[in-house]
């Protein structure tokens, strides 16, 4: 029987995530997956639980919550060499449907879930390795500079407002502080340096609940994917905006798209996320790692 380790964040959605979690485990048991529930306390446990599922004899880990989790959850597992699954039970949910996870609909979950892991059948993907002054990280989606960095940090904090809107939202609030970065960008020799709103390289090719910023990025292509947004004002950007739901933006004479193995940027005046996280300044290298890691998935 194979074995898993669900890693849940207990405080997340008022502990949503964690009853999700041990619904989760008890589906995956009547599908003949021992599942060990563990829900440690703060970010900085999850390499223990992880040590702890290797312990165990897991044979993957399963992030329960949303991309901020996974991405959590990834850094331990990605250094342990163990396989990631993903349990959809955030906000956008960007990674799992970059990866056709069933979102929303918990039996149709455990049914590829269990699928996978019974058949020994997971999937290769790459990732995108950011190396800053202090560390390095790994992300499965998309690095954002500028803009659209202000615009996560104003989603996160309004947490009254459900779903992709709450980052409709956001872009609104954040269009009266509009503001551009001076922007250096070096994509496998090719220099590209001027006045950016933002700029975004994606492993995957959404954000913020579905936003196909980098639209032709894919997790199995070996490449990283720039989109570069010119310096704009407001009523271009509200005018653009709606096409980045179909992928449409990139046809607009502002917008810039590119593809590269290595990309470094630097944007002194401006703040990096990536996969929904905050990195800290927007000076740092960026590279695809083709097939560096095993996947939960079809």
Do not use: K
């Not at 997956?33 to 306390?41: G, H, K, N, R």
């Not at 956008?92 to 918990?106: C, E, F, H, M």
């Not at 653009?240 to 917008?255: C, L, N, T």
């Amino acid at each position: 029987m194979p074995t898993v380790a669900l890693i849940a964040n207990p405080r997340a959605g008022r502990g949503r995530a964690l009853a999700a979690a041990a619904s989760a485990r008890g589906r995956l048991a009547w599908a003949g997956i021992d599942a060990e529930l563990m829900a440690p306390s703060a970010v900085t446990d999850i390499p223990a639980a992880v040590d702890r599922a290797q312990r165990l004899g897991a044979t993957a880990v399963i992030a329960c919550g949303g991309d901020g989790t996974v991405h959590q959850v990834l850094q331990s597992v990605h250094a342990a060499g163990l396989p990631l699954g993903i349990l959809p039970l955030g906000t956008g949910n960007d990674i799992a449907r970059s990866l056709d996870l069933p979102v929303g609909d918990l039996d149709a979950w455990v049914d590829v879930i269990a699928d996978v892991l019974t058949r020994g059948a997971t999937r290769t993907v790459d990732l995108a390795r950011i190396d800053t002054a202090a560390e390095t990280i790994w992300s499965l989606a998309v690095t954002s500079v500028g803009f659209d960095s202000a615009v996560n940090e104003r989603a996160d904090r309004t947490q009254r407002i459900p779903g992709t809107l709450r980052y409709v939202a956001a872009v609104i609030g954040e269009l009266a502080a509009l503001s551009s970065h001076q922007v250096t960008l070096l994509a496998d020799g090719t220099t590209v340096a001027g006045a950016a709103t933002l700029v975004a390289i994606g492993n995957g090719p959404t954000y913020g609940g579905g936003m196909r910023i980098c639209p032709d990025a894919r997790l199995d292509d070996g490449l990283l994917h720039v989109t570069w947004v010119d310096a704009a004002p407001r009523r271009t950007i509200l005018r653009v905006f709606p096409q980045i739901f179909s992928g449409r933006h990139i046809e607009h004479p502002m917008v810039r798209t590119m593809t590269a193995r290595e990309v470094r940027v630097e944007a002194p005046t401006a703040v990096t996320y990536t996969d929904g996280e905050r990195v800290g300044p927007a000076v740092l290298a960026i590279s695809a790692e083709p097939e560096a890691l095993s996947v939960v998935a079809r």
